[in-house]
T-cell receptor
């Protein structure tokens, strides 16, 4: 089975600062897809950003960007200009073909005013 | 917007009861998933379905079964509920393409007494 590891159970960041959440994964495949999801307290999990492994360019969505290092099997999420609404649990996920997704254990992000 | 609706937000049942968790999606997605979310363990896949009447076991299918009689509805069944099945249950759906993200419901917090 594929494994996805998030080594930081908890992180905190000052409002307006930048924070990076780590994610590593284990696969022998060359084409696959990676996602970051956000789960605010007592609210629905939503997609933050996605990355196709065949694309060398790092994905960016407004204040969210990824650092995708394929050889190192690393997929970190950078949040710039952190806002109070960014406080949530963040999950990294991997899928090969879109039928099975493998999730990390999550990183709980606190934003300090 | 995709809407994934889980029938109950909170549910309390007794040991030995047969429990039904219902999930409905409104976007004609082929894939549907049931996850269990526990602190420190992330999301673990119970079952998924890629078509009507089709199902595949995930990582932790023991003690659970599923039913998909219609494309939009995916039910999770706890045949004989036990206290170790107390958890948050998340339903998700997605298109049948590897770069497509999952869309999640609000979750059902199930307590087995």
């Amino acid at each position: 089975a594929q494994t996805v590891t998030q080594s930081q159970p908890e992180m905190s960041v000052q409002e307006a600062e930048t924070v990076t959440l780590s994610c590593t994964y284990d696969t022998s495949e060359s084409d696959y897809y990676l996602f970051w999801y956000k789960q605010p307290p007592s609210r629905q999990m939503i997609l933050v950003i996605r990355q196709e492994a065949y694309k060398q360019q790092n994905a960016t969505e407004n204040r969210f960007s990824v650092n995708f290092q394929k050889a190192a099997k690393s997929f970190s999420l950078k949040i710039s200009d952190s806002q109070l609404g960014d406080a949530a649990m963040y999950f990294c996920a991997y899928t090969l073909a879109g039928n099975q997704f493998y999730f990390g254990t999550g990183t709980s992000l606190t934003v300090i005013p | 917007d995709v809407k994934v609706t889980q029938s109950s937000r909170y549910l309390v049942k007794r040991t030995g009861e047969k429990v039904f968790l219902e999930c409905v999606q409104d976007m004609d997605h082929e894939n549907m998933f049931w996850y269990r979310q526990d602190p420190g363990l992330g999301l673990r896949l119970i079952y998924f379905s890629y078509d009507v009447k089709m199902k595949e076991k995930g990582d932790i299918p023991e003690g659970y079964s599923v039913s998909r009689e219609k494309k939009e509805r995916f039910s999770l069944i706890l045949e004989s509920a036990s206290t170790n099945q107390t958890s948050m249950y998340l339903c998700a759906s997605s298109l049948q393409a590897p770069n497509q993200p999952q869309h999640f419901g609000d979750g059902t917090r199930l307590s087995i007494l």
